[in-house]
């Protein structure tokens, strides 16, 4: 049955998928009319709720509005001359045909009695502070009152016969009073149940919060609309069901069932959907294009059915539940409703909510692009290299993102969209509804006995001056209390604000203006989409500006080849190949880099490589050095053909290094480097392809990884895994070059999952530079040694660190002293950086404020880097502070896995650790290489991911644990100081950046900084766990010594070829093999 | 594990099987790298390089925490067994109280734990030779609804046991949100009926009746605790509906069935997430 219903479900989810993602494309239109809907429903609803009778009628108040808050009375012969009270809806034909009056209860609050009261026309009774008043129109204009009366008293209309505060008081004493009338009729039982249900309601409210945070990575905006999302379906579930169905559900039915339809249906559909589109973003390959319509459709077609599943339930319930109780009008009424919540909670998470997280996903592509250049920008790469990594590295942003990223306005358009848009709607809300009633502050509020009683009573001076009144029939409606006051200073202030609400009130109602709000509002919203249109738009041209430009300077520089190689002003028709047609997909950049490379290939005379043979003209006359060096000096060297900057460069008239940055296009910099090299150095090596250059994206390189470029060096990567690292599948690229070092760490990963996998724990994570400054006296640096370390000085100096940077936050200055040197150690969070050039500014900034502003100008700055980070050297404060992330990893490896995968034993492995890794390591006087190899792992693992491999130094350091735990083999390793980042550096070259891809750490993570980097740690721990255990099981099953005698006797004795396979298999799963495996395991030791 | 065949070829380097191809062994030797040595040939050519890691998966995400290699299990700890007791207690009270507007009349429902109370005092007390209280017989009988579940999955395979009517930190699939729902449901439909005014016992009867099967497949779906709560629900009103004292009508039959049904279905559902909400242990 489960089955079925789920087969249902996803067979249905597509087409809701689909709306998901029209949604999501037009996320503006959809908020828009889904707002639009929902206010008026909520607006229809609230006033079918509180149809209260209004204290003033102005131009947009109706009789028919008057009337229903009146309490009517008539007389006529049938009657016999009593007053009849009817109802407006009743005798609705009486109450037009009769003469009609309109009685009006004056009442005059003050505490003075000798306030004299306004005359007013029609007045007929008078008692008191009270005059009545009897009109023959619903109209009483306020301009009677406050004018002034003859002692110079102003009055002026109030909501009820108090104050503010004491309308508020009666407010809450009528709601108490109700509420304890509900109490008090109740039963306990009932009530317990009751308060159970809104407590969980509140508990499930508190949950959603905490777990879109922790899972959804929104604070707020998110929650908000997951729950506008069910607000809506509830307004427009109440305006089908009452206004359209005529099922009315009164306001205590809703007031006890809400708690548990809110609970039941809940939130978590939402929930996963949004937390399924975050991932997509998170984990996307990055060399996809995904747009956030996809990621919305995608995440519902996956999480939809589950929707889909459990309002089909629910709706199938109350649907059959209205069926079975027809004759149960309030049950009946109750299971309409929630019917119709389930229908529109499906729709408007399709709609509605995938709009929203449509929004967020896009904002959230703006963002991360930015934080990208403005990370890369942090960490030392030049801001043009930056822009066009942020660019490319988008993930899912599709080009508009990507474009849009360009500059900070793109955020500022998408927020300013949103705040545009809820702006315009609450304001068009607001003035339409809540100001369409004179008195806006308590619309709903006015507890008048009309409303809440049986009306009131007809005076007994009406009742008494009958024979004043014709004997025709008359109607007279009692209009409720109206209460004035004395006008006072406070009053002027709330006059002038309502006034001022109330004029805006009158312009918004005016029929000009009316239309012209909703039009401002249809203005808006096409704003709204115009501008995101705008963006898109905006980023495409840019995008293709930004080629044209490159195209057009290429080809400014062809045809001044051709026009040159021609020597006419007719260019000579180039013939290029299709090159690179079958370039393999390794090493191959972007494609922007691939044109580029096409067209540097045209540029081209000569080359040996296969796929760049060309046949440009050869120029037929040789320019002279001279007028290449005039050119040169104009600027145009770019216009130059190939051999000609290299005979500038060759004639030392060019440096080396200038290349890219004359001729602007750093493919071709590359190659005239090569040929310049193999004149200069005489190493025609270079003219060669054995080093090669091609397919490759200079751009990134240049101003970030390296100077002087004349190629890259291919190197073979293998992966190792999948290995389950914290209950997550990882496959680890290792660039190496040492055989047998791969599949030893597979063989590691292999017995690490069959144990379950491994678990890490992160212990620190901050980065390191530790400057060395001199002071004249040892006093003086002394003195500065104990500020730094006082709670002041750090205050103050990671104040002035943190200003430098958004991401570098200083956790700990640690000071040593040696003489008059004084060494600091900052140590900072660089979020997903490895930071090191991060760090360094942050530093430098702190040094200059510590001479300039923080007292100590004699501090003379040594060196910005005093060897005390320590940064890829072998240092004890390393292995001691942690620098970098400081992890450890653990993993238990059954005793059956020990045997059958490793090939080996427990004990025999807790023994070797022991004594090599150990004891051996502390007999060499080894600070953190208490490990079999770790560096071989971890270098492997560097080299393919893109981190600076010179760092092996101290990431290396490590211990590894072993011991028996019930026959099973616990395994750890701890490194204190992996130093990794996933953006920067060599990061940003696109092979290695796809290797982050491969690990899902790529770039920085979206929501929290930095765990990108510190999950890269934990991988790279992992790793080095994989190859520890299966290094040391190999040595300890005496592998080692076995392979020594096998190639031994090989040689000797006779060609493997005439040895039968089964007699040389070596290793026997029997007990005394494995015995003997032992045994040669302590020889291999001993020896 | 692949043939030893295979992984031996290359240590024992003959020009025709040397995994290097034309290269002669003597050549080969000399290239190879130095950890070659070391490791047994089968590392190197490990032809079962990428195996499924689907049952590591299945462990590390059933332990929580990481590397377990046992066979998940519950934990019943003090706090299990408290909270298991005081729900007895409330179950009895509201039992108590359910009551409709024509024939189910205070106390109906609650009769069968009564009889349950007195089933333990002549089961456990006369063995102990004590009289068990009838608020502990309701506290036990608590207990023993809630671990019935718990110890039913144990001897059951994990796919029959996880369901989708959970939100899911659990390794069952209940959360505390899971159980919330339940006994929110729980309340609501007892609400309803005291309160609304039925045409007949037997409409709402029937009414609860239906709302029962989709609850069970809104909030678990799980086949056991179907069967389970189906069974027991069953069992109850039968045994009811036989026993002695006052006659009991059809309509109160099903109101039985439907009040135990859901309530073994809250205790299900409460009972697998306190037994399972530290996750398996070893």
Same mark, same amino acid.
């Given at each position: 049955? =489960?089955?079925?219903?789920?087969?249902?479900?996803?067979?249905?989810?597509?087409?809701?998928?689909?709306?998901?993602?029209?949604?999501?494309?037009?996320?503006?239109?959809?908020?828009?009319?889904?707002?639009?809907?929902?206010?008026?429903?909520?607006?229809?609803?609230?006033?079918?709720?509180?149809?209260?009778?209004?204290?003033?009628?102005?131009?947009?108040?109706?009789?028919?509005?008057?009337?229903?808050?009146?309490?009517?009375?008539?007389?006529?012969?049938?009657?016999?001359?009593?007053?009849?009270?009817?109802?407006?809806?009743?005798?609705?034909?009486?109450?037009?045909?009769?003469?009609?009056?309109?009685?009006?209860?004056?009442?005059?609050?003050?505490?003075?009695?000798?306030?004299?009261?306004?005359?007013?026309?029609?007045?007929?009774?008078?008692?008191?502070?009270?005059?009545?008043?009897?009109?023959?129109?619903?109209?009483? $204009?306020?301009?009677?009152?406050?004018?002034?009366?003859?002692?110079?008293?102003?009055?002026?209309?109030?909501?009820?016969?108090?104050?503010?505060?004491?309308?508020?008081?009666?407010?809450?004493?009528?709601?108490?009073?109700?509420?304890?009338?509900?109490?008090?009729?109740?039963?306990?039982?009932?009530?317990?149940?009751?308060?159970?249900?809104?407590?969980?309601?509140?508990?499930?409210?508190?949950?959603?919060?905490?777990?879109?945070?922790?899972?959804?990575?929104?604070?707020?905006?998110?929650?908000?609309?997951?729950?506008?999302?069910?607000?809506?379906?509830?307004?427009?579930?109440?305006?089908?069901?009452?206004?359209?169905?005529?099922?009315?559900?009164?306001?205590?039915?809703?007031?006890?069932?809400?708690?548990?339809?809110?609970?039941?249906?809940?939130?978590?559909?939402?929930?996963?959907?949004?937390?399924?589109?975050?991932?997509?973003?998170?984990?996307?390959?990055?060399?996809?294009?995904?747009?956030?319509?996809?990621?919305?459709?995608?995440?519902?077609?996956?999480?939809?059915?589950?929707?889909?599943?459990?309002?089909?339930?629910?709706?199938?319930?109350?649907?059959?539940?209205?069926?079975?109780?027809?004759?149960?009008?309030?049950? *009946?009424?109750?299971?309409?409703?929630?019917?119709?919540?389930?229908?529109?909670?499906?729709?408007?998470?399709?709609?509605?909510?995938?709009?929203?997280?449509?929004?967020?996903?896009?904002?959230?592509?703006?963002?991360?692009?930015?934080?990208?250049?403005?990370?890369?920008?942090?960490?030392?790469?030049?801001?043009?290299?930056?822009?066009?990594?942020?660019?490319?590295?988008?993930?899912?942003?599709?080009?508009?993102?990507?474009?849009?990223?360009?500059?900070? =306005?793109?955020?500022?358009?998408?927020?300013?969209?949103?705040?545009?848009?809820?702006?315009?709607?609450?304001?068009?809300?607001?003035?339409?509804?809540?100001?369409?009633?004179?008195?806006?502050?308590?619309?709903?509020?006015?507890?008048?006995?009309?409303?809440?009683?049986?009306?009131?009573?007809?005076?007994?001076?009406?009742?008494?001056?009958?024979?004043?009144?014709?004997?025709?029939?008359?109607?007279?409606?009692?209009?409720?209390?109206?209460?004035?006051?004395?006008?006072?200073?406070?009053?002027?202030?709330?006059?002038?604000?309502?006034?001022?609400?109330?004029?805006?009130? *009158?312009?918004?109602?005016?029929?000009?203006? $009316?239309?012209?709000?909703?039009?401002?509002?249809?203005?808006?919203? $096409?704003?709204?989409?115009?501008?995101?249109?705008?963006?898109?738009?905006?980023?495409?041209?840019?995008?293709?500006?930004?080629?044209?430009?490159?195209?057009?300077?290429?080809?400014?520089?062809?045809?001044?080849?051709?026009?040159? =190689?021609?020597?006419?002003?007719?260019?000579?028709?180039?013939?290029?190949?299709?090159?690179?047609?079958?370039?393999?997909?390794?090493?191959?950049?972007?494609?922007?880099?691939?044109?580029?490379?096409?067209?540097?290939?045209?540029?081209?005379?000569?080359?040996?490589?296969?796929?760049?043979?060309?046949?440009?003209?050869?120029?037929?006359?040789?320019?002279?050095?001279?007028?290449?060096?005039?050119?040169?000096?104009?600027?145009?060297?770019?216009?130059?053909?190939?051999?000609?900057?290299?005979?500038?460069?060759?004639?030392?008239?060019?440096?080396?290094?200038?290349?890219?940055?004359?001729?602007?296009?750093?493919?071709?910099?590359?190659?005239?480097? *090569?040929?310049?090299?193999?004149?200069?150095?005489?190493?025609?090596?270079?003219?060669?392809?054995?080093?090669?250059?091609?397919?490759?994206?200079?751009?990134?390189?240049?101003?970030?990884?390296?100077?002087?470029?004349?190629?890259?060096?291919?190197?073979?990567?293998?992966?190792?895994?999948?290995?389950?690292?914290?209950?997550?599948?990882?496959?680890?690229?290792?660039?190496?070059?040492?055989?047998?070092? /791969?599949?030893?760490?597979?063989?590691?990963?292999?017995?690490?999952?069959?144990?379950?996998?491994?678990?890490?724990?992160?212990?620190?994570?901050?980065?390191?530079?530790?400057?060395?400054?001199?002071?004249?006296?040892?006093?003086?640096?002394?003195?500065?040694?104990?500020?730094?370390?006082?709670?002041?000085?750090?205050?103050?100096?990671?104040?002035?660190?943190?200003?430098?940077?958004?991401?570098?936050?200083?956790?700990?200055?640690?000071?040593?002293?040696?003489?008059?040197?004084?060494?600091?150690?900052?140590?900072?969070?660089?979020?997903?950086?490895?930071?090191?050039?991060?760090?360094?500014?942050?530093?430098?900034?702190?040094?200059?404020?510590?001479?300039?502003?923080?007292?100590?100008?004699?501090?003379?700055?040594?060196?910005?880097?005093?060897?005390?980070?320590?940064?890829?050297?072998?240092?004890?404060?390393?292995?001691?502070?942690? *620098?970098?992330?400081?992890?450890?990893?653990?993993?238990?490896?059954?005793?059956?896995?020990?045997?059958?995968?490793?090939?080996?034993?427990?004990?025999?492995?807790?023994?070797?650790?022991?004594?090599?890794?150990?004891?051996?390591?502390?007999?060499?006087?080894?600070?953190?290489?208490?490990?079999?190899?770790?560096?071989?792992?971890?270098?492997? /693992?560097?080299?393919?991911?893109?981190?600076?491999?010179?760092?092996? /130094? %101290?990431?290396?350091?490590?211990?590894?644990?072993?011991? %028996?735990?019930?026959?099973?083999?616990?395994?750890?390793?701890?490194?204190?100081?992996?130093? /990794?980042?996933?953006?920067?550096?060599?990061?940003?070259?696109?092979?290695?950046?796809?290797?982050?891809?491969?690990?899902?750490?790529?770039?920085?993570?979206?929501?929290?900084?930095?765990?990108?980097?510190?999950?890269?740690?934990?991988?790279?721990?992992?790793?080095?766990?994989?190859?520890?255990?299966?290094?040391?099981?190999?040595?300890?099953?005496?592998?080692?010594?076995?392979?020594?005698?096998?190639?031994?006797?090989?040689?000797?004795?006779?060609?493997?070829?005439?040895?039968?396979?089964?007699?040389?298999?070596?290793?026997?799963? =029997?007990?005394?093999?494995?015995?003997?495996?032992?045994?040669?395991?302590?020889?291999?030791?001993?020896? | 594990?692949?043939?030893?065949?295979?992984?031996?070829?290359?240590?024992?380097?003959?020009?025709?099987?040397?995994?290097?191809?034309?290269?002669?062994?003597?050549?080969?030797?000399?290239? +190879?790298?130095?950890?070659?040595?070391?490791?047994?040939?089968?590392?190197?050519?490990?032809?079962?390089?990428?195996?499924?890691?689907?049952?590591?998966?299945?462990?590390?995400?059933?332990?929580?925490?990481?590397?377990?290699?046992? +066979?998940?299990?519950?934990?019943?700890?003090?706090?299990? &067994?408290?909270?298991?007791?005081?729900?007895?207690?409330?179950?009895?009270?509201?039992?108590?109280?359910?009551?409709?507007?024509?024939?189910?009349?205070?106390?109906?429902?609650? +009769?069968?734990?009564?009889?349950?109370?007195?089933?333990?005092?002549?089961?456990?007390?006369?063995?102990?030779?004590?009289?068990?209280?009838?608020?502990?017989?309701?506290?036990?009988?608590?207990? &023993?609804?809630?671990?019935?579940?718990?110890?039913?999955?144990?001897?059951?395979?994990?796919?029959?046991?996880?369901?989708?009517?959970?939100?899911?930190?659990?390794?069952?699939?209940?959360?505390?949100?899971?159980?919330?729902?339940?006994?929110?449901?729980?309340?609501?439909?007892?609400?309803?009926?005291?309160?609304?005014?039925?045409?007949?016992?037997?409409?709402?009867?029937?009414?609860?009746?239906?709302?029962?099967?989709?609850?069970?497949? &809104?909030?678990?779906?799980?086949?056991?605790?179907?069967?389970?709560?189906?069974?027991?629900?069953?069992?109850?009103?039968?045994?009811?509906?036989?026993?002695?004292?006052?006659?009991?009508?059809?309509?109160?039959?099903?109101?039985?069935?439907?009040?135990?049904?859901?309530?073994?279905?809250?205790?299900?559902?409460?009972?697998?997430?306190?037994?399972?909400?530290?996750?398996?242990?070893?």
């Amino acid at each position: 049955m =489960t089955s079925i219903v789920k087969d249902i479900s996803n067979g249905m989810v597509r087409p809701f998928a689909k709306l998901s993602k029209t949604s999501a494309k037009n996320p503006i239109h959809t908020i828009l009319f889904v707002l639009l809907f929902a206010t008026f429903a909520y607006v229809s609803v609230i006033q079918h709720y509180f149809n209260v009778f209004q204290l003033e009628f102005g131009a947009g108040s109706s009789t028919a509005d008057l009337l229903k808050g009146c309490t009517n009375y008539y007389r006529d012969a049938s009657t016999r001359n009593n007053w009849v009270q009817v109802t407006h809806d009743d005798d609705s034909e009486k109450l037009s045909q009769y003469a009609h009056y309109y009685l009006f209860d004056l009442n005059f609050v003050t505490k003075n009695s000798s306030c004299s009261l306004p005359n007013i026309n029609g007045t007929v009774f008078e008692s008191g502070s009270t005059k009545y008043v009897l009109r023959d129109s619903p109209y009483l $204009s306020d301009s009677e009152f406050t004018r002034a009366t003859a002692d110079g008293t102003k009055w002026r209309l109030v909501s009820t016969g108090g104050d503010f505060f004491k309308t508020m008081l009666k407010l809450f004493k009528e709601l108490y009073y109700a509420t304890f009338n509900h109490i008090n009729q109740s039963d306990p039982f009932d009530l317990m149940i009751i308060v159970v249900a809104y407590s969980t309601m509140i508990y499930t409210f508190v949950s959603l919060f905490n777990d879109m945070r922790r899972k959804g990575g929104s604070k707020f905006w998110l929650t908000f609309a997951t729950i506008a999302n069910s607000a809506c379906s509830l307004f427009l579930a109440l305006y089908i069901s009452q206004c359209i169905l005529k099922a009315y559900v009164p306001i205590l039915s809703l007031l006890i069932g809400l708690p548990f339809i809110v609970v039941i249906i809940g939130f978590r559909n939402q929930l996963k959907l949004t937390v399924n589109a975050l991932k997509r973003t998170e984990v996307s390959d990055m060399s996809r294009m995904i747009t956030p319509e996809q990621v919305v459709h995608d995440a519902m077609l996956q999480e939809g059915s589950r929707l889909l599943q459990d309002d089909s339930l629910f709706l199938f319930a109350f649907a059959g539940c209205s069926i079975y109780a027809k004759n149960l009008p309030a049950l *009946r009424n109750f299971a309409i409703l929630c019917s119709l919540i389930a229908v529109l909670d499906v729709l408007l998470t399709s709609t509605f909510y995938s709009a929203v997280l449509s929004l967020k996903l896009e904002i959230n592509t703006i963002y991360r692009s930015t934080i990208i250049k403005q990370t890369l920008e942090e960490d030392g790469v030049v801001p043009t290299t930056a822009e066009i990594i942020s660019l490319t590295k988008e993930n899912f942003g599709s080009e508009n993102a990507k474009l849009l990223a360009q500059n900070q =306005t793109g955020i500022l358009i998408a927020k300013l969209s949103i705040i545009l848009l809820i702006f315009f709607i609450n304001f068009y809300n607001f003035g339409i509804n809540w100001l369409s009633s004179s008195n806006s502050l308590f619309p709903f509020y006015n507890w008048s006995s009309a409303t809440l009683g049986n009306g009131l009573d007809l005076p007994e001076f009406i009742k008494a001056a009958q024979t004043s009144l014709s004997n025709e029939p008359v109607v007279i409606s009692i209009a409720p209390v109206r209460y004035y006051q004395q006008t006072r200073v406070l009053h002027h202030i709330t006059d002038g604000l309502s006034e001022s609400l109330h004029y805006l009130s *009158r312009v918004i109602r005016d029929r000009f203006v $009316s239309k012209m709000v909703f039009t401002l509002l249809l203005i808006s919203a $096409s704003i709204n989409i115009y501008l995101l249109n705008a963006a898109r738009i905006h980023t495409h041209y840019t995008w293709g500006q930004l080629v044209k430009k490159k195209n057009a300077i290429l080809e400014a520089a062809t045809n001044a080849v051709s026009a040159a =190689t021609s020597g006419t002003s007719t260019p000579a028709p180039a013939t290029v190949p299709e090159a690179g047609r079958n370039t393999p997909p390794a090493c191959q950049g972007s494609k922007k880099s691939k044109k580029k490379s096409k067209k540097s290939k045209s540029l081209t005379t000569t080359t040996d490589g296969k796929d760049e043979k060309t046949t440009v003209a050869k120029p037929p006359q040789k320019r002279l050095l001279t007028e290449l060096e005039a050119i040169m000096k104009e600027g145009n060297t770019h216009t130059l053909e190939n051999e000609e900057v290299t005979e500038l460069v060759t004639n030392n008239n060019y440096p080396l290094c200038a290349l890219e940055k004359q001729l602007k296009d750093t493919t071709r910099a590359v190659l005239i480097r *090569r040929q310049a090299l193999s004149i200069l150095a005489d190493s025609p090596v270079l003219a060669t392809e054995r080093l090669p250059y091609q397919h490759y994206d200079y751009d990134r390189v240049f101003g970030a990884c390296c100077e002087n470029v004349i190629g890259f060096m291919p190197l073979p990567v293998g992966i190792i895994g999948p290995l389950l690292i914290d209950g997550e599948s990882v496959h680890i690229p290792m660039a190496t070059t040492e055989g047998c070092l /791969v599949a030893s760490a597979m063989r590691g990963c292999k017995a690490i999952n069959a144990g379950g996998g491994a678990v890490t724990v992160l212990t620190k994570d901050g980065m390191t530079r530790g400057p060395c400054v001199r002071f004249p006296s040892l006093m003086r640096s002394g003195a500065c040694k104990i500020w730094l370390d006082s709670v002041e000085g750090q205050d103050m100096v990671k104040k002035a660190f943190n200003s430098t940077s958004r991401f570098a936050r200083l956790q700990h200055i640690q000071t040593a002293i040696a003489g008059d040197l004084l060494f600091i150690r900052f140590r900072t969070t660089t979020g997903d950086a490895m930071g090191m050039n991060m760090i360094s500014k942050g530093v430098e900034f702190c040094l200059s404020q510590m001479v300039e502003e923080f007292g100590w100008e004699d501090m003379e700055i040594v060196s910005v880097s005093g060897n005390y980070c320590t940064d890829k050297k072998p240092a004890a404060i390393n292995w001691i502070e942690g *620098r970098g992330k400081s992890v450890v990893a653990e993993a238990t490896i059954p005793g059956e896995v020990v045997r059958k995968v490793l090939k080996s034993d427990v004990k025999a492995l807790v023994e070797l650790n022991i004594a090599k890794n150990l004891i051996g390591s502390a007999m060499a006087g080894s600070v953190g290489g208490f490990n079999a190899h770790a560096a071989n792992l971890l270098t492997a /693992v560097f080299l393919a991911v893109g981190q600076d491999p010179a760092q092996n /130094v %101290e990431s290396s350091n490590c211990m590894t644990l072993m011991r %028996e735990v019930d026959g099973d083999l616990r395994i750890s390793v701890s490194m204190p100081c992996i130093e /990794v980042g996933t953006i920067g550096g060599g990061t940003v070259l696109e092979p290695q950046g796809a290797m982050l891809d491969l690990l899902g750490v790529r770039g920085p993570h979206p929501t929290h900084p930095g765990e990108n980097a510190r999950k890269l740690a934990r991988i790279v721990a992992c790793a080095v766990m994989a190859g520890e255990l299966s290094l040391c099981s190999a040595l300890a099953a005496g592998h080692l010594v076995q392979s020594h005698m096998t190639h031994n006797r090989g040689k000797k004795a006779e060609p493997a070829s005439t040895v039968p396979p089964a007699a040389i298999e070596p290793l026997k799963q =029997t007990p005394e093999d494995l015995q003997c495996l032992k045994e040669g395991a302590q020889i291999c030791i001993k020896s | 594990m692949g043939s030893h065949r295979e992984r031996k070829q290359p240590q024992q380097g003959g020009p025709s099987r040397d995994p290097l191809g034309s290269v002669s062994s003597s050549l080969a030797n000399l290239t +190879r790298p130095e950890l070659y040595s070391i490791y047994d040939s089968g590392v190197v050519l490990e032809s079962e390089g990428i195996q499924d890691v689907n049952e590591a998966k299945y462990r590390s995400a059933t332990a929580g925490v990481g590397p377990q290699t046992l +066979r998940p299990r519950g934990k019943i700890d003090a706090t299990t &067994l408290v909270v298991l007791a005081l729900s007895g207690i409330v179950y009895h009270e509201l039992a108590r109280m359910m009551h409709d507007n024509h024939k189910l009349h205070e106390d109906i429902i609650s +009769r069968p734990l009564l009889v349950g109370v007195h089933f333990l005092d002549w089961a456990v007390g006369g063995s102990l030779g004590i009289s068990i209280p009838t608020w502990v017989g309701y506290a036990l009988e608590g207990v &023993l609804f809630g671990l019935s579940v718990p110890v039913l999955d144990r001897y059951l395979p994990e796919s029959r046991i996880t369901g989708t009517g959970g939100s899911g930190t659990s390794p069952r699939g209940d959360s505390l949100f899971s159980v919330l729902r339940t006994v929110n449901s729980m309340l609501g439909i007892t609400f309803g009926i005291r309160k609304i005014k039925w045409a007949s016992s037997m409409q709402a009867s029937v009414a609860w009746l239906s709302l029962n099967f989709m609850l069970w497949l &809104l909030l678990d779906s799980t086949v056991p605790l179907l069967l389970h709560s189906a069974t027991l629900g069953c069992l109850v009103s039968a045994l009811s509906s036989q026993g002695a004292g006052p006659a009991v009508h059809l309509p109160e039959v099903l109101y039985l069935f439907d009040f135990y049904f859901l309530g073994f279905l809250v205790f299900g559902k409460l009972g697998r997430y306190l037994t399972y909400r530290h996750g398996y242990t070893h």
